[in-house]
């Protein structure tokens, strides 16, 4: 089924991110932000004069729907990532 195409915006961001840190955030929050689960998240919660929250709504009004690097689709690698996350 899906979004329909009209109802969606493309994001272009160039980045130098030699760790792909912009790009498995983003992607992080389009597995995390589905239906039945919305979140805050905050930029620099430390700084108050920086601090931002955004709200993401995964039952609707929020939705990711695909994320690529230089036109090809990004897929995790859900076992390297555990992985570091244990060592």
Known sequence: ????????TEITVKV???DD???KMIDYI???ANIGHSF?????????EHRKKFYMDGDGS???TEVKINGIKYK???IKEYLERIQ
């Open 1 to 8: 089924m899906g979004i329909p195409t009209e109802q969606l």
């Open 16 to 18: 130098r991110d030699p």
């Open 21 to 23: 840190q912009l790009v």
């Open 30 to 32: 389009m597995h995390t």
């Open 40 to 48: 805050e998240v905050v930029v620099d919660p430390d700084m108050s």
């Open 62 to 64: 929020f939705s990711i």
């Open 76 to 78: 995790t690698d859900k």
